[in-house]
């Protein structure tokens, strides 16, 4: 079953990093929606506060999802280039990059 979630505080990414499954997709109201590796560098903290909390979410926000699959129907995210999350479960042709 497909599933996404908004990750609304500091704590919810502590957990679901610890927890390494899924991904996390960041939206942006001015570009793509990127998925990266639940547990990628390019995830960053400073990058999460200013966007979830110092911004209210207003420009963008953090979603968990269970696979590459959902991120790409639910959010039409593309991949990040720097963590490049697989394409597991999903055609190559999903995504343009
Ligand atoms: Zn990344």
């Not at 560098?41 to 911004?55: E, G, P, Q, R, W």
């Not at 991120?71 to 720097?82: D, N, S, T, Y």
Request: hydrophobic share 40%; with cysteine.
């Amino acid at each position: 079953m497909a599933a996404a979630k908004e990750i609304r505080n500091f704590d919810e990414l502590s957990k679901l990093r610890l927890a390494d499954e899924g991904y996390i997709v960041i939206t942006d109201t001015t570009r793509h929606a990127i998925i990266h590796k639940v547990n990628a560098k390019c995830i960053k903290a400073d990058s999460f506060n200013l966007k979830v909390t110092i911004n209210g979410r207003r420009q963008g926000s953090y979603f968990w999802v269970d696979s590459i699959g959902t991120a790409a129907r639910e959010f039409g995210a593309i991949r990040c280039k720097v963590c490049k999350p697989e394409l597991n479960l999903v055609q190559p042709s999903t995504f343009d990059t």
